[in-house]
């Protein structure tokens, strides 16, 4: 059997370690002959990395060893193997000797070193982000649970910023998915080159990051840092010889101030980051209480609205527009109103940017249009001398839904005249349109809706980016003076300067302008002298459901010399303030 066995076989003497036998296969993988061998000790030909061979002697010669050991066999023509060697006590003619079985593992081990390093790169694909070559969110999630941990022991500080880059699908939208890939990977390192190498910057996705700093000794440490992103993000950016400019707005939570495990850190995070962007973008927020529960009565407002779309809380309230010289109402604004079963009227400024931010603005908006519609028709079946009806649009509503095809298929079906329809944009609105890329204009939201023959406005114009190129580029019809500029109109020089300059530039670009929020005699009377044509505001009408506003409709004149009965709901002191109380 000794001779026959397949694999190397040895026999050794317990004290001496010298080599007594071996079998034909010992001596195949050894390269010496049995004589050769037999002049050998076992420590001569295998020895242990890292481990004394006297040490290696003293344990063979222990009388209760049984083990197998790995160890490197040294070969006679100097090449080693990795072996397996496994070694038995056992009485050979009376004496005692130590029966080694020997078992070349080279194979074996070149293929484990092989899987585990195809392991390691597998490990190393599903934590880290292909494009930035940054940590990804799985790492994120296996680490900042220990990292935590380890801050709880020290009785150190861990902070989370969370990082969103401003206005990033415009990029995408302007210069193609190519170059924001690019714009990612610079992004990601500069971030990088802000942080300590102790320091973790992950990818969560899109364009969201997030930084993970650990041993952090003040919030001011904290602060500079977030500042140093700001300033390295905001320097402008060469991608494929161009220069972008991008922007990031950036919230911070820490442990254990702000939240004691991973989901409260990221979610705070995220809350401030979303205060960074109310607050006008390239800038950091540090997590407070009371962003918490503004994000609370966020989540209860968008609950509360998704109901309301369904369950018939919505309504259009109409508000004239007035010729200053005629008092003849030349067009009527469509109102958003909200009626809230146990809260009254809610404010638009409290959930329209709610509606923007979830995309319920989109049905909120088709909604909208289908009562106008609706109410057209009813004035025209009530032999009312149609005006045409104005109605906001957000930007939001003008990216994500094909507003021409729906005003082309409703006015078609109702034999109502796109004309009839004036789409009021707020700055901002046309500001972000401007970078969309240039194609066909049959595509373009903006001028689909021009070719429709639906008119268009600027809405509050003055206290957006005031970018005066627009103008001239969509051929607006209309511009809105915001009630900021015309409220203090007869006491403010500075108020009169900006609306007289206004008014002028208007009229010189054959653009009709309308004052809004007009509450007394004085406004509208500076208004008519500085040559502005239609006015706004309580002073004449104010809003009313579409049955109330047949009156607006005769052709007469309006009586100014009188308020109007109908009262706007909103006008109630505190109405739709009562969302802040209500528990999510």
């Given at each position: 059997m000794?001779?026959?066995?397949?694999?190397?076989?040895?026999?050794?003497?317990?004290?001496?370690?010298?080599?007594?036998?071996?079998?034909?296969?010992?001596?195949?993988?050894?390269?010496?002959?049995?004589?050769?061998?037999?002049?050998?000790?076992?420590?001569?030909?295998?020895?242990?990395?890292?481990?004394?061979?006297?040490?290696?002697?003293?344990?063979?010669?222990?009388?209760?060893?049984?083990?197998?050991?790995?160890?490197?066999?040294?070969?006679r023509d100097g090449s080693r193997r990795n072996v397996e060697v496994r070694c038995n006590r056992m009485t050979l003619n009376g004496e005692d000797a130590l029966g080694v079985a020997v078992n070349d593992v080279t194979v074996r081990r070149v293929v484990e070193t092989h899987l585990l390093e195809r392991h390691q790169h597998l490990a190393h694909l599903a934590h880290h982000d292909q494009l930035t070559g940054l940590p990804n969110r799985l790492y994120l999630q296996a680490n900042l649970p220990g990292a935590i941990e380890q801050a709880r022991k020290d009785g150190?500080?861990?902070?989370?910023?969370?990082?969103?880059l401003d206005r990033f699908k415009h990029v995408n939208d302007s210069r193609g998915h190519e170059t924001g890939d690019k714009l990612l990977k610079t992004v990601a390192?500069?971030?990088?080159?802000?942080?300590?190498?102790?320091?973790?910057?992950?990818?969560?996705?899109?364009?969201?990051?997030?930084?993970m700093l650990k041993q952090v000794q003040s919030t001011d440490q904290v602060n500079e840092t977030a500042e140093r992103i700001n300033q390295a993000l905001s320097a402008p950016m060469v991608v494929d010889g161009r220069t972008l400019v991008t922007t990031v707005s950036i919230g911070v939570a820490m442990f254990p101030r702000d939240g004691s495990d991973m989901g409260e850190l990221l979610r705070h995070s995220d809350t401030a980051m979303y205060q960074a962007k109310d607050r006008g973008r390239n800038n950091f927020q540090l997590f407070s209480p009371g962003m918490d529960r503004r994000l609370k009565e966020r989540i209860a407002i968008e609950s509360s609205l998704r109901a309301a779309l369904s369950s018939g809380q919505l309504a259009v309230h109409y508000q004239p527009i007035m010729d200053v010289e005629s008092h003849h109402v030349v067009a009527l604004e469509a109102l958003l109103r909200w009626k809230h079963p146990s809260h009254g009227y809610v404010r638009p400024e409290r959930f329209v940017s709610v509606a923007e931010e979830t995309g319920l603005i989109v049905p909120i908006g088709d909604f909208v249009l289908q009562r106008i519609i609706a109410d057209t028709v009813a004035w025209r079946q009530a032999g009312a001398e149609l005006v045409p009806v104005s109605f906001n649009v957000s930007a939001v509503q003008l990216q994500r839904s094909n507003l021409a095809e729906q005003i082309q298929r409703l006015t078609r079906e109702h034999g109502v005249e796109p004309s009839m329809l004036q789409v009021e944009l707020t700055e901002g609105a046309v500001f972000e349109r401007r970078e969309a890329p240039r194609g066909d204009v049959g595509q373009d939201?903006?001028?689909?809706?021009?070719?429709?023959?639906?008119r268009i406005a600027i809405d509050d114009f003055g206290v957006g980016y005031s970018s005066l190129s627009y103008l001239k580029r969509w051929r607006v019809d209309a511009l809105k003076i915001d009630r900021s500029f015309v409220r203090d109109l007869v006491t403010d020089l500075s108020d009169l300067a900006i609306v007289s300059a206004i008014i002028a530039m208007a009229k010189h670009l054959h653009i009709k302008v309308v004052a809004e929020g007009i509450e007394g005699w004085q406004q509208l009377e500076k208004l008519r002298q500085l040559g502005c044509a239609y006015a706004q505001g309580f002073l004449f009408a104010r809003p009313a459901p579409a049955e109330s506003c047949?009156?607006?409709?005769?052709?007469?004149?309006?009586?100014?010399?009188?308020?109007?009965?109908?009262?706007?709901?909103?006008?109630?002191?505190?109405?739709?303030?009562?969302?802040?109380?209500?528990?999510?």
């Amino acid at each position: 059997m000794f001779e026959q066995w397949p694999t190397g076989a040895l026999v050794v003497n317990p004290r001496s370690l010298q080599i007594l036998a071996a079998n034909p296969a010992a001596l195949r993988s050894l390269g010496y002959t049995l004589d050769e061998v037999r002049a050998l000790r076992f420590t001569d030909v295998f020895l242990q990395e890292g481990v004394d061979p006297q040490a290696l002697a003293g344990r063979l010669r222990d009388a209760t060893m049984r083990a197998t050991l790995e160890m490197i066999q040294r070969c006679r023509d100097g090449s080693r193997r990795n072996v397996e060697v496994r070694c038995n006590r056992m009485t050979l003619n009376g004496e005692d000797a130590l029966g080694v079985a020997v078992n070349d593992v080279t194979v074996r081990r070149v293929v484990e070193t092989h899987l585990l390093e195809r392991h390691q790169h597998l490990a190393h694909l599903a934590h880290h982000d292909q494009l930035t070559g940054l940590p990804n969110r799985l790492y994120l999630q296996a680490n900042l649970p220990g990292a935590i941990e380890q801050a709880r022991k020290d009785g150190s500080v861990l902070a989370v910023l969370f990082l969103d880059l401003d206005r990033f699908k415009h990029v995408n939208d302007s210069r193609g998915h190519e170059t924001g890939d690019k714009l990612l990977k610079t992004v990601a390192q500069r971030v990088r080159s802000t942080v300590r190498p102790e320091d973790a910057v992950v990818r969560m996705g899109g364009d969201e990051f997030v930084v993970m700093l650990k041993q952090v000794q003040s919030t001011d440490q904290v602060n500079e840092t977030a500042e140093r992103i700001n300033q390295a993000l905001s320097a402008p950016m060469v991608v494929d010889g161009r220069t972008l400019v991008t922007t990031v707005s950036i919230g911070v939570a820490m442990f254990p101030r702000d939240g004691s495990d991973m989901g409260e850190l990221l979610r705070h995070s995220d809350t401030a980051m979303y205060q960074a962007k109310d607050r006008g973008r390239n800038n950091f927020q540090l997590f407070s209480p009371g962003m918490d529960r503004r994000l609370k009565e966020r989540i209860a407002i968008e609950s509360s609205l998704r109901a309301a779309l369904s369950s018939g809380q919505l309504a259009v309230h109409y508000q004239p527009i007035m010729d200053v010289e005629s008092h003849h109402v030349v067009a009527l604004e469509a109102l958003l109103r909200w009626k809230h079963p146990s809260h009254g009227y809610v404010r638009p400024e409290r959930f329209v940017s709610v509606a923007e931010e979830t995309g319920l603005i989109v049905p909120i908006g088709d909604f909208v249009l289908q009562r106008i519609i609706a109410d057209t028709v009813a004035w025209r079946q009530a032999g009312a001398e149609l005006v045409p009806v104005s109605f906001n649009v957000s930007a939001v509503q003008l990216q994500r839904s094909n507003l021409a095809e729906q005003i082309q298929r409703l006015t078609r079906e109702h034999g109502v005249e796109p004309s009839m329809l004036q789409v009021e944009l707020t700055e901002g609105a046309v500001f972000e349109r401007r970078e969309a890329p240039r194609g066909d204009v049959g595509q373009d939201a903006v001028a689909a809706l021009r070719e429709l023959g639906v008119r268009i406005a600027i809405d509050d114009f003055g206290v957006g980016y005031s970018s005066l190129s627009y103008l001239k580029r969509w051929r607006v019809d209309a511009l809105k003076i915001d009630r900021s500029f015309v409220r203090d109109l007869v006491t403010d020089l500075s108020d009169l300067a900006i609306v007289s300059a206004i008014i002028a530039m208007a009229k010189h670009l054959h653009i009709k302008v309308v004052a809004e929020g007009i509450e007394g005699w004085q406004q509208l009377e500076k208004l008519r002298q500085l040559g502005c044509a239609y006015a706004q505001g309580f002073l004449f009408a104010r809003p009313a459901p579409a049955e109330s506003c047949r009156q607006y409709l005769n052709g007469e004149a309006l009586d100014l010399t009188a308020r109007l009965p109908v009262l706007d709901p909103l006008e109630a002191t505190g109405s739709g303030d009562r969302f802040r109380a209500l528990q999510v």
